[in-house]
Each structure stands twice: as C-alpha cells, then as structure tokens.
C-alpha cells in the first residue's frame, strides 16, 4: 500500500515507493528500505541506483544507528532538495505574490505587487510569465531546473482540468484552460518548457494545505478560513485537501444567512441575495465604510479588504466595530462546519483576521457550536501570513511529482 503503514512485496515496491517511504522519514536506511517493503538487498540496491542517477536521493553526512538488519552504522539516505525547483503564484483581487521555491518549500526569490485579476487570464497569466523568469534570474536557476509550477486562485477550481467554474470575482475565467496559457507563458518569457507540469487549485485550499503541513503535520481535521474580499474555506483531512465531488468544497461565502438584518437586500457578486460573503467579507464591509464616508487611510475610497485591514491597522473605530460583527456573522455559519467536520485547528486568515474578527468568530461559534465539537478545537490565526498561499502551491506540486506512481512514470520517462 503507498499510503497505508507497509510497503510489501516487489511488485508494489518501485522505486516511487522507496522514494516515499525516505521522504516521509519511515525508512531511511538500506537496511530499513529491506525491512519495511521485503525487497531482497540486492532489488533495493538496483532501485535506488535509479534514484541516485536521477539526482533524488542522496546519501546524507550522518548514519544511523542500530540499523534493523544489524551489523554497522548504516548511512543516512536523504531527499536531495538541490537537483530542482518550483514556481509559485497566488492570485489575489487586487495583487499577487509570486515565488521560486525549492522543493522542501523554502524561498529563493519572491515578489509582491498589482495584479487585478479582473483584467482576465490572458493578461494576468502573462505577466506572471514575465515575473516568473525574474525571479529565476534572481534565484540564479535556470528555466531547465523548474519541475513544476503551482497557482493559486480566488474561485473554485475543478482540479483535474485546473478550471475555474463559475468563479464570482474573476471575470473571463470560467472554464478558461489555465494550465496550457501558463505553460506558454512560461517558455515565452522564462525560456522554460511549454510542457511543464502546472497545478491549479482554489487559494482557501492551498492555504489550508500549507499551513497544515508547515504547522500542523499532525492534525487530521484541519480547516481554514480566508476572510478577505471574499470568504472561502479550505479543509485538510489526512494529510490531503479535501474538494468535494467537483472543486466546489469550502465554498461558505455563498451559505445563505437569512437571520441577519438586511441580509434579504445584501446583493453578492454571485447574483444572489443574503449569502454570507454579501454581509461579512471585506468588500461587504468597504461598502459600509464607503457609504458612511470613511476614507482610507491614504485619502482614497475604501473599496476592498485591504483597505479594511489598513483601517483596522490603524484603530480605526467604526472599521473594529464591523469587524467584530462580522466574526459574529461568520461564526455562526463556522458553528455548523465545526459540528460537521469535528476539526482539530481552525485557522482564520486573511485581511480581516484581527483580534476584532476573531473575537466575533469565537463569541458566536462557542455560543452555537456543540460543546464537544469545541472541546478539543484551536481557534488560530495564520502562521504563514502572505506566504500561506505559495507555499501550498509549492507543496502541490512537490507531492504530485513525487508520489509513489507519478514518480516511477518520470523516472522512466527520464531514462533511468
């Protein structure tokens, strides 16, 4: 079994698998390789041949004692993070962050600035393209050390086509195919291979996905939700992102929240009226903030999450009380995602996620919540900050490109 607790008999022990079982730190000797799959010396021995070839794996300074088949100190096999790298990029309304990674996650090169994800995928795609081979030349790497390139998005995303369905904040990208007008970007402005894996998935998941991997490996149930312009969530369980049947899992900006006053008239940018994204997002509360004349505090109209965080920043007196009100409004919709799902952390991220917002959450989530899907809950707030989004996409990509099967298919199309 790939994922299960043994790795038995040759014919599921590839070189994928002994790759997986060092990554994951449960065999990292030769001798421990034999012991947990059953390969004979030898079989382990030509395996790892191949893995070394390809530059994988190494032998690591150290050894390890006591090794499971006796006799002396065994070496250390080890991952070798060296022999490539990953692109990174998370889109936001109004920015995005781009990144060149190196396969354990850490940044070699980042850069923040606009990008308005309404001007469309062609334009925004391209420029990525176009930050992507700056920060190679920053990274000193080269466009043939890039394995892989992962994207993060403010919509729904159906992750076997990386098509976002009927996203309401990015206009001009449902159904547009992303991956092929990112890989043709890439080789135009990096000089990369216009046949470079990509992976797509909603920013509320990766979000999740790296947070709970940098913070959190052990919690089974992880959930996360980003509350910025929009709200949406995003869930880890066992180690894996949880999508639902077709991307559309974590959508709970658009739960319907009729008990809130004036929520029947609250329009939200999917059309409809009353859904909770309408009446406790950061657009929803620039909107009061606008209406009341409050101004940002660089002089310019409130008109977006951002906008609201620097208020918040500031003290700003009107922009806390919202805030908390909002927590409220969404911890009563968190109430019945805790009691469904029983998760082990819940992380509030984003542009609002202030004590203000906070507060809110955890005054009407406790209040409405069953005292045992609460009772062994943490309540956090991001410890990746900006970075959450990256470094879920990153990590994306790693574990899609080295899984057990995917890698023995790459090792062979390499030739080794």
């Known amino acids: 079994m790939r994922n299960g607790t043994s790795v038995?008999?040759?014919?599921?022990?590839?070189?994928?698998?002994?790759?997986?079982?060092?990554?994951?730190?449960?065999?990292?000797?030769?001798?421990?390789?034999?012991?947990?799959?059953g390969l004979s010396r030898a079989t382990v021995g030509q395996r790892l041949d191949r893995l070394f070839r390809a530059g994988w794996l190494r032998e690591g300074s150290g050894t390890v004692a006591g090794s499971p088949l006796g006799g002396r100190p065994a070496a250390r096999l080890e991952f070798d993070d060296g022999h490539a790298v990953v692109l990174a990029a998370g889109l936001e309304t109004r920015h995005a962050r781009a990144a060149l990674l190196t396969l354990t996650g850490d940044v070699l090169a980042e850069h923040t600035?606009?990008?308005?994800?309404?001007?469309?995928?062609?334009?925004?795609?391209?420029?990525?393209?176009?930050?992507?081979?700056?920060?190679?030349?920053?990274?000193?790497?080269?466009?043939r050390?890039?394995?892989?390139?992962?994207?993060?998005?403010?919509?729904?995303?159906?992750?076997?086509t990386g098509r976002v369905v009927?996203?309401?904040?990015?206009?001009?990208w449902d159904g547009y195919d992303i991956r092929a007008r990112l890989r043709r970007s890439f080789a135009a402005r990096a000089g990369g291979s216009a046949r470079v894996p990509v992976l797509v998935d909603n920013d509320a998941n990766l979000m999740a996905y790296g947070e709970q991997r940098a913070a959190y490996p052990d919690c089974s149930a992880f959930a996360l939700v980003k509350v910025s312009t929009g709200i949406g969530a995003g869930v880890v369980v066992d180690g894996s992102v949880y999508r639902g049947a077709d991307g559309g899992a974590?959508?709970?900006?658009?739960?319907?929240?009729?008990?809130?006053?004036?929520?029947?008239?609250?329009?939200?940018?999917?059309?409809?009226?009353?859904?909770?994204?309408?009446?406790?997002?950061?657009?929803?509360?620039?909107?009061?903030?606008?209406?009341?004349g409050v101004p940002a505090p660089s002089g310019a109209?409130?008109?977006?999450?951002?906008?609201?965080?620097?208020?918040?920043?500031?003290?700003?007196?009107?922009?806390?009380?919202?805030a908390r009100e909002a927590g409220q409004r969404v911890g009563e919709v968190l109430a019945t995602v805790v009691t469904l799902l029983n998760p082990g952390v819940l992380m509030i991220a984003g542009d609002l996620a202030g004590t203000p917002f906070l507060?809110?959450?955890?005054?009407?989530?406790?209040?409405?919540?069953?005292?045992?899907?609460?009772?062994h809950l943490e309540i956090v707030t991001s410890r990746l900050g900006e970075r959450a989004a990256v470094t879920g996409?990153?990590?994306?990509?790693?574990?899609?490109?080295?899984?057990?099967?995917?890698?023995?298919e790459r090792l062979a199309a390499l030739g080794f």
């Open 113 to 143: 600035g606009p990008l308005r994800v309404d001007e469309g995928p062609e334009r925004v795609l391209d420029e990525l393209g176009g930050r992507f081979a700056a920060l190679l030349r920053e990274g000193g790497r080269t466009a």
């Open 250 to 292: 974590g959508d709970i900006g658009h739960i319907r929240v009729p008990w809130v006053p004036g929520s029947e008239s609250a329009l939200c940018r999917c059309g409809s009226y009353g859904c909770l994204a309408a009446v406790a997002s950061g657009r929803a509360l620039a909107g009061r903030l606008a209406a009341a």
């Open 359 to 375: 507060t809110g959450v955890r005054e009407l989530l406790y209040q409405r919540a069953l005292p045992r899907s609460t009772a």
């Open 166 to 172: 009927q996203p309401p904040i990015m206009p001009g």
């Open 393 to 408: 996409a990153g990590a994306l990509v790693v574990e899609h490109l080295y899984a057990p099967q995917r890698a023995e």
């Open 145 to 160: 050390a890039v394995c892989g390139i992962g994207l993060a998005v403010p919509g729904p995303v159906d992750s076997e």
């Open 8 to 37: 038995r008999g040759t014919a599921q022990a590839s070189a994928g698998d002994l790759l997986h079982l060092v990554r994951s730190g449960r065999a990292t000797t030769r001798g421990a390789l034999q012991q947990v799959t």
């Open 301 to 322: 109209d409130v008109t977006s999450g951002s906008d609201v965080a620097e208020l918040l920043a500031a003290g700003h007196p009107q922009a806390v009380r919202l």
